[in-house]
């Protein structure tokens, strides 16, 4: 759970698995609302545990892209289930959530 921890790493791993080799920007705009610090500090965190690799193309402009090791593979294939589960249950999800931020209003 340590390797996935976090809002944005799941987010990053589907997207890097869903199309392949993927570029900063792409990611960027994919996984929406991240900053560029949190999903350059993610990225860096997901190679180091060796999940992601960076392709630098060392180009001018700056070419560089992200792809899935083989252990990231798995990894994402894991996650294939969860991401099932949530799109199967979004109604009672999002319910229990609007239930909890009443909740959570009250008691302010």
């Known amino acids: 759970m340590r390797v996935i921890a976090g809002k944005w790493k799941p987010l990053i791993l ?3 698995a869903q199309d392949g080799p993927t570029r900063y920007g792409e990611l960027r705009r994919a996984v929406r609302d991240v900053s560029d610090k949190m999903l350059i500090q993610q990225l860096k965190e997901l190679e180091a545990d060796g999940l992601v690799k960076r392709t ?3 180009e001018v402009p700056p070419r560089v892209d992200y792809s899935l090791t083989p252990l990231g593979h798995s990894l994402a294939q894991a ?3 969860l991401c099932s589960w949530g799109t199967e249950h979004m109604a009672d999800v999002s319910r229990v959530f609007a239930e909890r931020e009443a909740w959570n ?4």
Request: proline share 8%.
């Open 14 to 16: 589907y997207f890097v």
């Open 56 to 58: 630098d193309y060392k």
């Open 79 to 81: 996650l294939v289930p």
């Open 105 to 108: 209003a009250k008691g302010r």
